[in-house]
Structures are given as structure tokens and as C-alpha cells.
């Protein structure tokens, strides 16, 4: 009697346990294959509304919510604050990690870096890249330096030149430059604010040249106002920037550093939401809507998966580590 | 006459139902953003972007105009009926207009405001449609030398605007120029005075610096005089009370017309912009041997001085955004994206590419001046009552509006906390008889002028020739040299008149 | 008037000490000029400035003591106090509601104004800045910890 019933009571806690471990399985296969967030998202952009950062952003969020991509909405949270290093650490500390985006460029890495807030990209999750710019050096044509050879030779005569461009990538790139034709200390690099200032400088020959993307330049160079001089791309850029010549064809290795644009998530965020979020961006990219975004900025698609993107993300701060010491 | 009939078919297109209708709802939205305190003309030209997005480009960049142009109006009413400057420009309204408002006449501060900022705008208009392109070159012509030899133009006219002791006055002024240090650095983009403060590597947000130190210093003062409740005559305002007599007007003339000139032609450097030209029109005022009142303590000429040349370079600002597409300020860089938004290239061939875009825009500019006008006027019956509050409704009432406005313009409680700190210190300020509009001008106008020294500096290898080889910058060097020694120069004058009179005497 | 103490050399001596600071720094930690791209370094702009507030603070801390005492309005301690509470409350009950309680308080308390105008200003003000603010330019108010976890 007492066998059996031990034995009944051991089958009855057996089959409960099955029971209860499969619910639980299949709890755990539905959250895994099915991450849905069930709250408003809040997408953090440290630059002010109408800035790029911003403007990117409000884009996917628009069309994930005209798509019906996401079935909750979206709140914009503009916050320039320590120049956009409060929105990051907002984004580092938050409580809800699985509804919380962060828009950030390769750009926004040297902020990031130099500050003393102690965070890297390595304390968040990347989550996709979107867009990204390569850049050009350009003249004027009333300048004193009209191609690659005028620069070349000018330096050789010992002439210091002045350039323009922006904190970032546009330093990163043209330091890149500069040290693969070998003349690190004949360049003269003024920081402008924005490539809008620099290009504005450089079409009133105060300074000799400028750094600048395809989207900020490219009226001024079908006016003629301004002339490309070299691509720091791996391929020309099309018409009216194809004049501009690469270092491959110059006789150099190639020199680019893409500035991409692209989403990171806070380091606590779970994998399932990660991967949500992955595919979320993916569809974006395919849509219309996102077409039309990036020919009005003259960006190149740029999207990258979860795995990708991490790899990217981090070869830029460590290029940029590298750079700085 | 080529332009004028490109200008005529711009009316065309700006006159149907359709776009007079858009500009109408924009001049209305404009100034209510405008008149709110703390949100000035970029942050409110920022947050009203995307209600054009529903119209076509046109019509959007119709509406979007006149939500700028509008926005100047409303700019001036919350300066002068409690003394809360939305940005820097209104912070030299408010010298005139707040003083004239508490001696019981606002309706005399808005309307002279608002037909200053009408004319000044509308002389700004037709300096753009008939030089805009030369003038965009002109200011092409603005490189690092000039600007910072500009700049010290600006920065010396600022001493004029001291009032009593000039240490003090010298000593504010170097408080504003250290706070504006604070930050990263643009030349090296180092951080800098930030003592280890995250928050500060922006530097210290202008407008709620502006808002504590003005309006919230405002309220402490208010509060001593609580006990005499309203010396105002709190008698009924109406429309009477609104109208300007006929030297009132004769009285705006002469700063008015210099305003819009020398506001439109400013407005055209790229990073000069409203707050210089209000800044050197008013202090040329203030120089004039014709004023009626000394400015300041409400003269009609100081606040026709401030809005006229504001508005001037509202409307020349519009010059190199069209002809070059160079954003001349903060809230020209916002048009500018509201203008990519819908692929529209704003650059040197908008012209050429749609001239039919680029001209609308002109003419709807004349639209919403006309329209802002005419609702500004509409309003001032009504919301000059303000003035009328008794002071200790109004205490609490400013307070919790310049909560609002500070964290409205930064988004962020950061911004608060600068105002309630830059309440406090406006307050001790004033106390101490330190004032604080030179303070708050050299804090914005010196940043330009480090940035643009040491770039001028790099360019030309640490030389200082590169001042006076420029013609341009040689000018301003010299009109600043003769500045710096005018007062000088008049006393030797006037010594040698009188000696010359004791002789033949 | 004798036995008071005047309050006036406070104010230059603490733009001195700032002045000293900024010079400090300026001078030791961003350095004054950079040879090779020939301009001035972050710290010499500074430098000079400071230079000058501090020329200034030593006259203006000199001529303080012929001034007449500056004085303070006794309420301004209760203002001041108002706006510290208000910043503070704002982190638990968000910044509308704590602005409300103290425009109420502020009326009734302080000012003693009756309760209709009370009602009236609170209700006139707080719609202009929640209708104007909040709905028409969306712009999000602090919520505050109460109502984050009241509306989740």
C-alpha cells in the first residue's frame, strides 16, 4: 500500500512538474520568438528638433507608426544637455531598457569619448546602423588650389594650408588623409561648427579647403562654387561630385570613414527585444517612405544586423581611440 | 524692373485663398508662440515645423515664414508687459519697452514696437528683394578677420549700455564673457571651466540665463514693492490709450528707418544676425543728441531703435538662406531643414532652379508682415490689460511662467535650475548695482569673437597683419579705434571750443 | 545706520575669487598659446578676461566701502525658498502640479488674496500653460515619480 501510494503521490509531483516545466517552456518559446513592446518607446536624440539626428529620428518613427510596424507609440525626447552626453547616460540608467532607443552616430562617438562619463559603446547594445555619408575635400575655384597636384605641390614648396571641417568624423577622415600622403604637419585644421560654416568659409577664400558630404556640398558644386578635389570613398561619387578623384586612383590606399547613423540600446536591454528591434529597422529600410529620406539627404542605405552593426560600431571607436593618442 | 515682375508673379502664387489663408494661420501661431516667454523665434519656429508638414511646399514654406515673421511680434509682448525677454534681441526691447509699460502706458510700448518691427521688417523686405544677391556675396566677404574685428565694434558699443559706475559696469561685462568660456571650446573642442560637471559641456543655455536674470529678477524687486501694491494708475485702458500722437511717430522715425537698413544689411552676415543689429542700432540711439527721453527709462525711440533693426535682419536673414543657402542664424538653420524636408535644395541656383518658390517666399513675406500687423494691432487692446495685474497676482504668475519658459526652451530641468540660479544672481546684481543686459549681450556676442580671433590668428601664422591687410576688417578697426577715443576726442573739442570762447570774450 | 555691517565688499570679492580661478585654469590646465597651429590656446581668452574682472573687482571692492549698505528685501529669503522647494518637488510630483501648489499656496498664504481672484488666476494661468504648452507645442513636463508610477 505504502509503495503505491508513494508511487502514485511521486507520479502525481512528476506529471505536475512536466506540466509545470512545459508551461513554462512554452512561456519562454512565446517571449523568444515574440518580443512586442506593450508601452510607449522613448527615443532619445541628443541634437534639438530639426537637427540631423533628430530629423533621422522622427522619420522611423513616423513610418513605424504609418506602417503599423509597432504597435505602440513613440515619444521623441530632444535633450542637448552636456552636449548630448545626458541623453546617453539617461538612456545608460533607464528602467525600462526593452522601450528605450537611443539615436547615435559615428559622430556623436567623440562626444561620447571625450567626455568624463565613462561610458563606450561597449555599455549598450547597437542595435542597427541606418544611413551613412562618406566625404570629399573640396576648393575653391578662385582658391589658390584647384586639384590634388596644386595641393601636393604647394606643400612641397613649404605652404601650410587651412582647412575647414567639423568636429568628428570630417577630423577623423582628413587625419586619415593626412597621414596616408604622409604631410600630417602642413595642414592646418580649423573646427566649424557645422560643414554649412566651413563650406560657407571656403566659397569666400578664407580658407583653402574644405571637408564636406555629398548632401552639404552638392549645390555648391553644380553652381560652381565650390570644386571637389578628392573622394575619400573607395569609388567616385556620382555626378556633379564625380570630378573628384580617389586616393586609389591618386596612387594611395584607400582613405574613407564612413559616418553612419544608427541606433544603440541601452546594455541591459534583453536579446528578444534586441532582435525586435533589428527586425523593426530592417523593415523601415525597405519601405518608400525611407527611400525618399535618404535621397533628399544624398545618404546611402547603410542598414546592418545586430552582428554587423556591433562590429562596426566598436572598429570606430577604436579607431577613434587610436587616433586620439 | 526684371525683378519686380518676378516679385509680382511671387504675389501671384502668395495671394490665392489658399496661401493667404496658410500665412494668416501662421502670423496667428507665430505670435502666440512669440508672445509665450522663454520661446523665442528659433525654439518656436522649432516646435511649430511640423504642423506644416500637412501642406504642400509652398504653402508650408508660405506658413512657416509667417510663423517666423509673427513670431518677432509676439517676441515684444512678453518683454514689455512683464519684462521676460524671449531671446536676445527682446532683451533690448525690454530696456525701453518695460519701463514705458509700468509708467502706465503699454499700449504706447506695443504699438511703437510693432510698427517699428513692421516698418523696420518691411524696409528689410525690399533691401532683400532688390540687393538680395549682392548682398549674399557682400557677406561672403566675412571670413575670420572681419568678423572678429565686427565683433569688437559690437562688444565696444556694449559699453554705452552701462549705467552708472563703469567698473561695475566693466566687471559685468567680464562676468558675461567668462560664463560664455564655460563649455567645449569650438576651436578645440576641449572642454573647458567645466569643473567636472557634465551638464556644463554645453555651456549655460542662453535663453533660460536670460529669462532668470531679467524676468526672475524682476519678481524679487516686485516683491519690495508688494507693501505700495500697484503704484500703477490702475486706471481703464482702452483703446484710447493705445494710439501715438503725432511726435510719437515723428519720434520713430529716425531709428526706425536706420533700423531696418542696418538691420537688413547685418542680417546678411552670416552669424552676425538680429542681436547685433538691435545692439548697435540702439546704442547709435542712445548716442543721438535728438532723443526726447533718455533711453532706458521708456523713450519711444529706444524700443523703435531695438525692433526696427530686429526685424530688419529677420528679413535680411533671408538673403543668404535664399541666395546661398547659408542658415545666417540659429532659426534660419531650422527653415533650412524645413526646407530639405521637402527636397527642395535651398542654395546658390535656387534661383535659377524655382525662381516661382524662391519669389512666393519673398512675397508671402510681405503677406505675413501685413497680416502680423494687423493682428499685433487687434491684440494689443486686449493684452496690454496685463500690465493691470496687481503686483502680487503678477509675482507668482511670472514665477511659474518662468518655470514654463525655461524648461519649454531647453527641455530639460537643467534649464531650470539656471534660471532659478540666474534669478538669484540678476537679483544680487541689481542690488549691487551691476547691470545685467551688458552682462547678457557680451555672454553671446563674445563667443563669436574668440572663435572667429583665433581662427583669423591660425589662418594668418600668428600674424596680426591679417586686421589691417583686410579692407573690410581695417573699417571696422577703425571705427572701432575712433570709438574707443571719441569721448576723448569730444573733450578736446569742446575744451578748445571754450578756450577759443574765453579768448574772444 | 553705524553698527551695521556693510554687506557691500562681498560681491567684488567674489568676482575676484572667480576671476583668480578663471586665470588659474586658463594659465595652468588650458594653456595660453599654441605654436604650431599659431593661435592662442583655450586658456588665453580666458586669461585676459579674467585679468581685467579682476583689475575691475579691486576698484569696485576699494570704492564699495564710500557706498551707501546694500540691502535685501527680507521676503526675497521666502521666494528663494519657494523656487528651491518647487525644483525639488518637481523630481517627485512632476513640475505642473508642483507649480500649481505653489501658485496656490503662494496666493493664499503669501499674498492673501481671496478665494475667487485665487481660483480665477489659477485657473486662467495653468490653462494658458497646459492648453499653449503641454497640447499646442506637445512639449512634455516632467511627470515626477508619483505619477510615473500612478500611470506606469
Known amino acids: ?118 561610458l563606450t559603446v561597449e555599455d549598450f547594445a547597437p542595435i542597427a546602423t541606418m544611413a551613412a555619408d562618406k566625404q570629399l575635400i573640396f576648393a575653391s575655384p578662385d582658391g589658390n588650389y584647384s586639384s590634388f597636384e596644386d595641393i601636393m605641390a604647394a606643400i612641397e614648396a613649404g605652404t601650410k594650408i587651412n582647412v575647414g571641417g567639423t568636429k568628428s568624423n570630417e577630423k577623423v577622415v582628413f587625419d586619415m588623409f593626412a597621414e596616408e600622403i604622409g604631410k600630417t604637419d602642413m595642414f592646418n585644421y580649423m573646427f566649424y561648427e557645422s560643414s554649412a560654416e566651413s563650406i560657407t568659409a571656403l566659397m569666400g577664400n578664407h580658407i583653402d579647403l574644405a571637408m564636406g558630404s555629398p548632401a552639404a556640398a552638392i549645390s555648391y558644386v553644380e553652381s560652381g562654387d565650390i570644386i571637389p578635389v578628392v573622394a575619400l570613398s573607395d569609388e567616385r561619387f556620382v555626378a556633379p561630385l564625380d570630378g573628384a578623384p580617389t586616393m586609389v ?16 540600446a541601452p546594455g541591459s536591454m534583453s536579446e528578444e527585444a534586441q532582435q525586435y528591434w533589428s527586425d523593426v529597422f530592417a523593415q523601415v529600410c525597405e519601405t518608400e517612405a525611407w527611400q525618399d529620406y535618404l535621397n533628399n539627404y544624398l545618404l546611402s542605405p547603410y542598414y546592418n544586423d545586430l552582428e554587423t552593426t556591433r562590429q562596426i560600431m566598436f572598429d570606430t571607436e577604436a579607431d577613434y581611440l587610436a587616433g586620439k593618442e | 524692373m526684371e525683378t519686380l515682375s518676378y516679385l509680382f508673379s511671387g504675389f501671384q502664387t502668395a495671394l490665392t485663398f489658399q496661401n493667404i489663408g496658410a500665412a494668416a494661420f501662421g502670423a496667428v501661431l507665430g505670435i502666440i508662440v512669440g ?92 533691401v532683400l528683394t532688390f540687393f538680395g544677391p549682392a548682398l549674399a556675396q557682400f557677406g561672403l ?53 567645466t569643473f567636472g560637471v557634465v551638464h556644463l559641456l554645453s555651456g549655460i543655455n542662453f535663453i533660460p540665463l536670460v529669462v532668470g536674470f531679467i524676468g526672475m529678477a524682476q519678481v524679487f524687486n516686485l516683491l519690495g514693492q508688494q507693501e505700495r501694491e500697484n503704484d500703477l494708475v490702475v486706471k481703464k485702458l482702452g483703446i484710447k490709450d493705445c494710439r501715438l500722437d503725432k511726435e510719437d511717430v515723428s519720434r520713430m522715425v529716425e531709428p526706425t528707418i536706420r533700423g531696418g537698413l542696418l538691420g537688413s544689411v547685418i542680417g546678411f552676415i552670416p552669424g552676425a544676425g538680429a542681436t547685433m543689429a538691435s545692439i548697435v542700432n540702439y546704442t547709435i540711439q542712445k548716442k543721438s543728441k535728438r532723443n526726447k527721453e533718455k533711453l532706458g527709462t521708456g523713450a519711444i525711440e529706444g524700443i523703435a531703435a531695438s525692433e526696427a533693426a530686429n526685424n530688419g535682419a529677420a528679413a535680411g536673414a533671408f538673403g543668404p538662406l535664399l541666395a546661398l543657402g547659408i542658415p545666417g542664424s540659429g532659426t534660419t538653420a531650422v527653415l533650412l531643414g524645413g526646407l530639405m524636408m521637402w527636397g527642395l535644395q535651398p542654395g546658390p541656383r535656387l534661383f535659377t532652379d524655382s525662381p516661382d518658390f524662391a519669389w512666393s517666399l519673398i512675397s508671402s513675406l510681405y503677406v505675413s508682415n501685413i497680416i502680423a500687423l494687423i493682428l499685433a494691432l487687434v491684440m494689443i487692446p486686449f493684452i496690454m490689460k496685463v500690465i493691470c495685474i496687481p503686483n502680487k497676482i503678477l509675482i507668482p504668475t511670472i514665477t511659474v511662467i518662468c518655470f514654463v519658459g525655461s524648461y519649454a526652451s531647453t527641455t530639460s530641468m537643467w534649464g531650470v535650475l539656471i534660471m532659478i540660479i540666474g534669478g538669484i544672481l540678476g537679483y544680487v ?9 551688458p552682462m547678457l549681450l557680451a555672454s553671446i556676442l563674445s563667443v563669436t569673437f574668440e572663435v572667429n580671433l583665433r581662427r583669423a590668428l591660425n589662418i594668418s601664422g600668428g600674424s596680426l597683419s591679417i586686421f589691417v591687410t583686410k579692407p573690410l576688417s581695417l573699417i571696422f578697426l577703425l571705427i572701432f579705434v575712433g570709438l574707443l577715443f571719441s569721448p576723448v576726442i569730444k573733450k578736446a573739442y569742446r575744451k578748445s571750443k571754450a578756450q577759443k570762447a574765453e579768448k574772444s570774450a | 545706520m553705524k553698527g551695521k555691517i556693510k554687506l557691500n565688499f562681498i560681491f567684488p570679492v567674489v568676482t575676484a575669487i572667480l576671476s583668480v580661478v578663471w586665470m588659474y585654469k586658463g ?25 581685467v574682472l579682476l583689475i575691475a573687482s579691486i576698484f569696485n571692492i576699494i570704492s564699495s566701502f564710500k557706498e551707501k549698505p546694500v540691502t535685501f528685501e527680507k521676503n526675497a529669503l521666502y521666494l528663494v525658498a519657494a523656487l528651491a522647494l518647487v525644483y525639488f518637488f518637481t523630481e517627485y510630483i512632476g513640475l505642473l502640479p508642483a507649480l500649481f501648489i505653489f501658485y496656490v499656496l503662494w496666493l493664499k498664504l503669501y499674498a492673501r488674496v481671496d478665494w475667487k481672484t485665487t481660483i480665477i488666476a489659477t485657473v486662467a494661468l495653468f490653462a494658458v500653460v497646459y492648453f499653449g504648452f503641454a497640447v499646442g507645442l506637445q512639449i512634455r513636463f516632467p511627470q515626477g515619480l508619483l505619477f510615473e508610477m500612478l500611470l506606469g
Open chain 2, 141 to 193: 566677404k566675412f571670413g575670420p578677420a572681419e568678423m572678429t574685428t565686427l565683433m569688437l565694434v559690437a562688444l565696444s558699443s556694449i559699453s554705452w549700455l552701462i549705467e552708472g559706475d563703469v567698473m561695475k559696469g566693466l566687471a559685468a561685462t567680464c562676468i558675461g564673457i567668462l560664463i560664455s568660456t564655460i563649455g567645449i571650446s569650438t576651436n578645440t573642442s576641449a572642454a573647458r571651466y
Open chain 2, 35 to 126: 508672445a509665450m516667454p522663454g520661446i523665442g523665434s528659433l525654439v518656436g519656429v522649432a516646435l511649430l515645423l511640423p504642423l506644416t508638414y500637412a501642406f504642400n511646399p509652398t504653402t508650408a514654406i508660405i506658413m512657416l515664414g509667417a510663423i517666423y515673421y509673427a513670431n518677432m511680434f509676439g517676441g515684444a509682448f512678453s518683454s514689455i508687459l512683464i519684462n521676460v525677454p524671449g531671446d536676445a534681441p527682446a532683451i533690448m526691447t525690454a530696456l525701453d519697452g518695460y519701463p514705458l509699460a509700468r509708467k502706465g502706458k503699454p499700449g504706447k510700448a506695443l504699438m511703437t514696437s510693432n510698427i517699428a518691427s513692421f516698418a523696420g521688417g518691411l524696409l528689410g523686405m525690399i
Open chain 2, 429 to 437: 546684481f541689481q542690488r549691487y548695482g551691476y547691470s545685467a543686459s
Open chain 1, 1 to 118: 500500500m505504502k509503495k503505491k501510494q508513494v508511487a502514485l503521490v511521486m507520479a502525481g509531483i512528476f506529471a505536475m512538474g512536466t506540466m509545470l516545466t512545459r508551461a513554462m517552456a512554452a512561456e519562454a518559446a512565446e517571449s523568444t520568438s515574440s518580443f512586442v513592446p506593450d508601452k510607449t518607446i522613448q527615443f532619445n536624440v541628443s541634437s534639438k528638433a530639426g537637427g540631423n539626428s533628430d530629423l533621422i529620428t522622427r522619420t522611423i518613427t513616423d513610418i513605424c507608426t504609418k506602417e503599423d510596424l509597432v504597435p505602440k507609440n513613440f515619444v521623441v525626447n530632444n535633450n542637448t544637455d552636456g552636449g548630448g552626453n545626458i541623453v546617453r547616460i539617461e538612456t545608460h540608467d533607464t528602467k525600462d531598457p526593452d522601450h528605450t532607443l537611443l539615436c547615435f552616430s559615428s559622430g556623436d562617438m567623440q562626444s561620447m569619448l571625450d567626455s568624463d562619463i565613462g
Open chain 1, 249 to 264: 586612383e591618386l596612387g594611395y590606399n584607400v582613405v574613407q570613414s564612413p559616418m553612419w547613423r544608427g541606433i544603440l
Open chain 3, 27 to 51: 594659465l595652468f590646465e588650458y594653456g595660453m598659446w599654441d605654436a604650431a597651429s599659431t593661435s592662442p590656446k583655450d586658456g588665453l581668452f580666458p586669461f585676459i578676461i579674467a585679468a
